[in-house]
């Protein structure tokens, strides 16, 4: 039991220890007020600059390129051929010479029958001054009028046979004017497929090589049926422009017009087929070759472009960080466009000139303090827009 005496005897003590308490607590409490708080250090981040340029609208699709004119040579008369002129591949023009069939037998045809058409314009010649000779004679009743008929019809008969024999004189022509064949149109040859010796038979079908005019040249494609409103629409107002490229390699790429648009809807696929021509002088572009091809609508004046690998996806939806003047960031929600290239334009979201972040956004938070991998940060390159002289 704690007395009254042992109380008074302890109280100094018990201040003692209040005072050193009280202390302990002030110093505490004084030391944690001076404590600076902890900041996160300045995120490295590599930056762009969102630029304003015109860019165009288009639909992407997968293309054909399809030969302007393609031509198989088959033989119209028959007999063993006995030259080739050309080269397998070779670029021919128009009137070139391909194959000679052996012309001897239609050279002979031609000759027959032009000994059959001096013989028979011989004995037109003949009659008809028979016929004039007793034209006159039958006044005086030295002929019937019956044999003068039958002059005259006799007469009649030699000129249609001099005809008949001026036509087979000029089919003789034509047929050893087949025997050299000669390229009908402009275009590249394919392979050979008869050889000097071989024996071909007149309209067999039969294919002696085929010709492919290739400047300038067909790309078709399809466009969804949802899409064809769109494309009707701005076909009527003018041509349209069709980027054609490679799949792995859009700088190799080309500029044509939309030439032609598809009367119906295809049954089952839902699609439509157009077709675009373009020059390809420099046989960039082959026959039958897959390609990609960008229908170009119309051009946005003023789109918004950054590079896409800015753009992150959220809980919210796609969204950038975009640096502001104190070197702190702003999280932004924003509407993607069409990619052009290596950019996407943003519909909303981003202003032409504002800085948008590419890298290190993993690390990043609203406010969040950034410093720059360069000290000059690179603006959005726009893509090259179609030049005058490959339309």
Known sequence: MITKDFMQTQKPHFVSCAILLGTVLMVGACSKK????????????????????????????????????????????????TEIHFKDGQEVKTGDPLFTIDPRPYEAAVQKAEAQLLSDKATLAYNQEQLKRNESLVEGNYISAQDLENLKTTVEVNKATVKADEAALE???????????????????????????????????????????????????????????????????????VKVFFPDDENKSRYGDLYFLDNNVRAGTGTV???????????????????????????????????????????SGPYVFVVKDDQTVDLRLVTEGQRQGELLVIEKGVNAGETVVLDGQMMLAPGAKVRFASDHPAGAQAPAQPAGDKH
Not at 290 to 314: C, R, S, T
């Open 34 to 81: 001076q404590e600076a708080p902890m900041q996160r250090p300045p995120v490295l981040v590599s930056v762009a600059k969102a630029v304003g340029q015109n860019v165009p609208l288009y639909i992407e699709e997968i293309g054909t390129c399809q030969a302007l004119q393609s031509v198989l040579i088959t033989p119209q008369v028959s007999g063993p051929v």
């Open 171 to 241: 089919t003789a022509k034509i047929n050893l004017g087949y025997c050299k064949i000669s390229a009908p149109i402009d275009g590249k040859t394919g392979a050979h497929q008869v050889d000097i010796g071989n024996v071909v038979t007149a309209y067999s079908n039969a294919t002696m090589v085929s010709i492919q005019r290739m400047d300038p040249m067909y790309v078709d494609f399809i466009v969804a049926e949802i899409d064809l409103p769109r494309v009707r629409e701005y076909f009527k107002n003018g041509t349209l422009k």
């Open 273 to 315: 087929m157009l077709r675009a021509v373009m020059p390809n002088e420099d046989r960039l572009f082959w026959p039958g070759q897959f390609v990609k091809v960008k229908l170009v609508l119309q051009e946005l004046p003023d789109a918004v472009l950054i590079p896409a690998n800015a753009v992150q996806i959220g809980h």
